[in-house]
C-alpha cells in the first residue's frame, strides 16, 4: 500500500483541470495579444477563467492578476503596499512570525531598506489574537500581512476580525491563502481582504501558475518589466493552458468543497486520536480550528528525517514541514514561533490527507507511525536518557 499524505507541498492534477488544458495546447494555441481569430479565442478563453477564478471567492474579474505561483504573488502584494506606504510616509508593516518564507524572506528585504517590521507572537494553539493585531497597528502602518492558513501546521486564522480591522484603521490587508483557496470558503468582500495570494497546484491544478487578487483601488507594483499584459503589472505572455487549468481545478474544488472536507476532517480526528496513543507526542496547533486535512504531531525523542525515511519504506509519504525548506537541517520555523523547543521540533511529522482518505489508509498511517516511533526511539541515545531520568521529558 502506498499512500501520499503531502498535499500541502503540491497535489495531483485533477482530471477537471487536464481535459480544460489539452484543448488549449492543441487547438486554441494562439497569443492572447494578438488580433486576429487564433488569438482572440485564447483571449476569451483566458478572461473566462479569469472570471471563473474570480466568482469563486468573491471578487471581480479585474481584480485577478496572474502569477506563477504564490511565491511571486505574495512578493508582488507586499511590495505593492510598500510602495504606496513608503509615498504617504507609511513604512511600518504588521506580519507574524510563522508566515511562510515568501513572505518572511520579502519583508526582511523591506527591513533592510528601511521599513519597520513587527513579527507578531504566535501562541501555542497555532493562532493569531485580533486585538494583538489591532495593538500593534500605528500612524504609519501600511500593511498587514497574515497567512489564511498555515501551511505547516494547518490552523485556520480569523481572517474576517483582522481583516475588518484593518478597515477600521485604513490599513491594507494582505492574507497568503495558498493553503486556504479551493479548501475552505472564501469571501474577499466579506472578510475585508485587499489582497490575497493563491497557487493552482495545491488545489488539483498544474504548477507554475496563481494568482493575485487586488482589490479594485489598489495599484501594483510591477516585478517584471516588458508588454503590457495583465494590465500592464505582470508582463510576459500569460500561460492560457495552466491559467484554464487552474480554473477549471478551483471550480471543481469549490463544488466539491463541503463533500471532501467532511471527508478529511472525519478520518484526520481519528488520525489524531491514533497518533495522540503514542507516548510523549503532541499535536501541534488547534485540534479544530485547522484546516480539514492537516495533522501535524511531534515526537520525542526522535528526529524527524529518519522518520520520514522509514515511513517512506512503508509506503506512507509524507513530510516534516514546508516543502520549500524540507532541506535544511533548522528546526521548523513554525514550531518554533509556537514555543515548541528546537529537540522537539527536530522530531516532527506533517500528514496532509488527500481527498478520498480512507479508514483503512488513516489506520495504515496510525500504525506505521506508531511501528517506526517505537523502533527509532529503541535505539536513541536520548530516548535512552529520557527514559533513564538522566534527561527531563518536555512531552
Known amino acids: 500500500m502506498r499512500i501520499y499524505a503531502d498535499n500541502a507541498a503540491t497535489t495531483r492534477m485533477s482530471q477537471a483541470a487536464l481535459d480544460a488544458m489539452v484543448p488549449c495546447l492543441q487547438e486554441v494555441y494562439g497569443n492572447p495579444s494578438s488580433l486576429y481569430g487564433r488569438g482572440q479565442e485564447a483571449k476569451e478563453i483566458l478572461e473566462k477563467a479569469r472570471a471563473e477564478i474570480a466568482a469563486v471567492i468573491g471578487a471581480e474579474p479585474r481584480e485577478i492578476t496572474f502569477t506563477s505561483g504564490g511565491s511571486e504573488a505574495d512578493n508582488q502584494a507586499i511590495r505593492s503596499a510598500a510602495e504606496a506606504g ?17 513572505v518572511l524572506h520579502t519583508l526582511e528585504k523591506l527591513r533592510k531598506e528601511g521599513f519597520d517590521i513587527t513579527l507578531l507572537d504566535v501562541h501555542e494553539d497555532g493562532l493569531v489574537r485580533p486585538e494583538e493585531v489591532e495593538a500593534a497597528i500605528r500612524e504609519d502602518t501600511a500593511l498587514v500581512t497574515v497567512m489564511y ?20 484603521h485604513a490599513v491594507t490587508f494582505h492574507t497568503d491563502a495558498v493553503q486556504a483557496v479551493g479548501h475552505l470558503p472564501i469571501d474577499v468582500k466579506k472578510e475585508h481582504i485587499d489582497m ?7 488545489f488539483h491544478g498544474p504548477r507554475g501558475i496563481g494568482f493575485l487578487y487586488a ?7 510591477n516585478l517584471i518589466e516588458g508588454g503590457a499584459q495583465e494590465r500592464g503589472k505582470r508582463a510576459g505572455t500569460e500561460n492560457v493552458p ?15 468543497m463541503d463533500a471532501v ?3 478529511q476532517r472525519e478520518q484526520r480526528d481519528r488520525l489524531i486520536r491514533g497518533l495522540s496513543e503514542i507516548p510523549h507526542s503532541a499535536l501541534n496547533g488547534d485540534a479544530e480550528r485547522r484546516l480539514p486535512g492537516n495533522v501535524n504531531f511531534c515526537f520525542e525523542g526522535i528526529e524527524g528525517e529518519s522518520l520520514l525515511l522509514l515511513l517512506d519504506d512503508r509506503g506512507v509519504e509524507a ?75 518536555i512531552l
Not at 86 to 102: D, L, N, P, R, Y
Not at 149 to 168: F, H, L, S, W, Y
Open 149 to 168: 492558513a498555515n501551511n505547516e501546521i494547518g490552523t485556520i486564522q480569523p481572517v474576517a476580525e483582522i481583516g475588518e480591522i484593518c478597515a477600521r
Open 319 to 393: 513530510s516534516s514541514g514546508s516543502a520549500c525548506t524540507s532541506g535544511s537541517l533548522d528546526p521548523s520555523h513554525v514550531l518554533l514561533a509556537i514555543g515548541r523547543v528546537h529537540d522537539v521540533a527536530h522530531g516532527s511529522l506533517r500528514l496532509t490527507l488527500g481527498d478520498d482518505i480512507t479508514e483503512e489508509e488513516t489506520d495504515y498511517i496510525i500504525q506505521s507511525v506508531k511501528d517506526v516511533v517505537e523502533y527509532l526511539r529503541g535505539f536513541s541515545p536520548v530516548w535512552r536518557d529520557l527514559v533513564s531520568g538522566k534527561a527531563e521529558f
Open 196 to 202: 490575497l495570494s493563491a497557487s493552482a497546484h495545491k
Open 86 to 102: 513608503k509615498k504617504a510616509g507609511k513604512t511600518h508593516i504588521i506580519s507574524t512570525a510563522f508566515e511562510h518564507h515568501a
Open 215 to 221: 482589490r479594485k483601488g489598489i495599484r501594483l507594483t
Open 242 to 256: 495552466a491559467i484554464v487549468g487552474m480554473a477549471a481545478a478551483l471550480r471543481a474544488s469549490a463544488e466539491q
Open 261 to 263: 472536507a467532511a471527508v
